[in-house]
């Protein structure tokens, strides 16, 4: 069983989302407890208006001995109402307890199909959806 750490857990956004940006912090109040933001833009350059929460794919977890919980799991598509910007698809949220590199990347990938399902319904990005998935 591989070690899971910050940088395997980047390392696995990556592979399933190669032109995408993962970040993670750690929380102040507690040594173990690490925080991960998922993105579908690459950069600051691709959010839109350089805000990373305007970016199109609202993706948030944490990992904590050896636990893995989402905070929140949402895309921004086109709205089906002319008075608002746009509408939220949430992703059903999961926990996983004796999180692995495996299992992440099993999640990863169902985050992905949603995204692939749902590509036609995003918002405008400012970048092609096809160069992400």
């Not at 940006?21 to 933001?37: E, G, I, Q, W, Y």
């Not at 350059?45 to 990373?52: H, K, L, N, T, V």
């Not at 794919?57 to 944490?62: I, N, R, S, V």
Request: glycine share 4%; charged share 30%.
């Amino acid at each position: 069983m591989e070690i899971l750490t910050n940088e395997k857990i980047i390392e696995t956004w990556k592979k399933v989302f190669p032109n995408s940006l993962m970040t993670c912090k750690r929380a102040c109040l507690t040594k173990s407890c690490v925080f991960f933001d998922g993105y579908l833009s690459k950069g600051k350059d691709e959010f839109p208006y350089g805000i990373a929460q305007n970016d199109a794919l609202g993706y948030c977890f944490e990992v904590d001995a050896g636990k893995y919980k989402e905070h929140y799991a949402f895309a921004l598509i086109k709205p089906n109402n002319q008075y608002v910007a746009y509408s939220r698809d949430k992703i059903r949220k999961k926990s996983i307890k004796n999180v692995t590199v495996e299992k992440l990347e099993k999640r990863f990938l169902e985050v992905k199909d949603f995204v692939v399902k749902n590509k036609d319904n995003f918002i405008n990005l400012g970048f092609d959806i096809n160069d992400k998935i």
